[in-house]
């Protein structure tokens, strides 16, 4: 999965994995840094459960504040 993957993609959420392949860590680190709220870009908890929003994710990765979405 690539930057270029998830801007191609129409899912509203995105998994921890597929953050962590972008990212190019272990996806659990990113559910721990979610649990600590300490994730640099938006999220939601449900639960046990970790969702990134895609579009607010990418505007991180492209730098932006995702505003201008």
Do not use: Q, Y
């Given at each position: 999965m690539t ?10 959420f ?12 272990d ?7 979610a ?6 870009f938006?999220?939601v908890?449900i ?6 929003p ?6 991180w990765m ?5 505003s201008?979405?």
């Amino acid at each position: 999965m690539t930057l270029d993957d998830l801007r191609a993609s129409d899912k509203a959420f995105l998994l921890p994995r597929e953050v962590a392949m972008v990212l190019k860590c272990d996806p659990h680190l990113v559910r721990i840094e979610a649990r600590d709220g300490t994730l640099p870009f938006p999220f939601v908890r449900i639960g046990t459960r970790t969702k990134i929003p895609r579009l607010p994710f990418i505007a991180w990765m492209e730098g932006r504040t995702g505003s201008e979405n």
